[in-house]
């Protein structure tokens, strides 16, 4: 059985809204002569931040196939990236409180380290992406606590 990750129609608005910020500051910057350099560097830095931060470790499009996951980071933009379920540890589960409600996010490891982020925020098909990875991979619980969590993430 072959399981795609489908997006959510809110979050890639966002990120492309977000991401046609910097432009705008940039045409804002040159024909406002009397505005400062500081605000479109600023945004500009903000969105290359989010961009790095945040859609790279979080934002994958992931093929669950019966011996394997392919793992497209960048909304599937980047490359193709193949784990096999046998070389993989298992996954641990966070949940996020935020002001649009709790997400989920499963986090796959591979020798300890996190290689594949699958976030109920962004995938409408969460759901049936979690119940294929119980089946093929070891559930390893859930991280707890915020002292946990940051050092889960700096290490991984």
Not at 75 to 91: H, N, P, T, V
Not at 118 to 142: H, Q, R
Request: one cysteine or more; proline letters at 3%; charged letters at 20%.
């Amino acid at each position: 059985m072959i399981v795609n990750s489908k997006f959510k129609i809110s979050p890639i608005l966002l990120i492309s809204i977000l991401s046609i910020l910097p432009f705008l500051a940039i045409y804002i910057y040159v024909i406002s002569p009397q505005e400062s350099v500081a605000f479109p560097l600023v945004v500009f830095m903000i969105i290359v931040y989010f961009w790095f931060a945040l859609v790279r470790t979080r934002v994958h499009k992931v093929i669950i196939e019966k011996n394997n996951i392919i793992v497209k980071r960048y909304y599937g933009l980047g490359r193709s990236i193949a784990y096999d379920f046998s070389k993989l540890d298992g996954f641990v589960v966070l949940f996020e409180s935020g002001k649009l409600g709790v997400s989920e996010s499963v986090f796959i490891l591979e020798k300890g380290k996190r290689v594949v982020c699958i976030c109920s925020y962004y995938l409408s098909n969460f759901n049936d992406l979690k119940l294929v990875l119980k089946e093929n991979l070891n559930d390893l619980g859930e991280i707890k606590g915020h002292d946990n969590i940051s050092d889960f993430l700096k290490n991984s």
